[in-house]
């Protein structure tokens, strides 16, 4: 089966050796003025700017009010901030925010059901560490 290759499709760089992709072949921007380039360094400087704004809430609730919460609490604010963190990281970097909503669903789902798993095994087997630690033997 022959290939015949439009100039303006590229999808023949993601096939095999794909050293084009990285080779400035794929260079979409040539001009840093245009306002493509443009649009896209205002979308790094936004994701910049949130992502450090989430790290210093997080840096300045450790170090300034963690003592004077309780426990529970605290682990609630870091676990909410450290699982936004890294939904948004994913979304942008790795480009799942572009994707279809049945792909997000193969993806988190899964992952969703992972970390419940994880969760309780270590609820699990804190129980039972806690029982056999308080029971007396005979």
């Known amino acids: 089966m022959s290939h015949h290759h439009n100039t303006n499709d590229t999808t023949h ?5 794909q050293s084009k992709l990285y080779s400035g ?11 493509e380039s443009k649009k896209q360094i205002g979308r790094i400087w936004k994701v910049f700017w949130i992502l450090l704004l989430v790290t210093v ?15 529970a609490l605290v682990n609630f604010f870091f676990l ?25 669903i193969t993806v988190l789902i899964p992952l969703t059901l ?10 699990d ?3 039972w560490l806690h029982m056999n630690h308080s029971v007396p033997t005979r």
């Open 57 to 71: 809430v997080e840096v300045v609730l450790g170090m300034f009010f963690s003592h004077n919460m309780p426990k």
């Open 114 to 123: 992972f970390v419940w798993f994880v969760i309780a095994f270590l609820a």
């Open 25 to 35: 072949v794929m260079s979409h921007h040539t001009d840093i003025k245009s306002p």
């Open 80 to 104: 909410a901030l450290t699982i936004f963190k890294a939904g948004y990281i994913v979304a942008i970097f790795m480009h799942l925010g572009d994707e279809v909503k049945s792909f997000l």
């Open 125 to 127: 087997g804190g129980f």
């Open 13 to 17: 760089l993601y096939e095999g050796d």
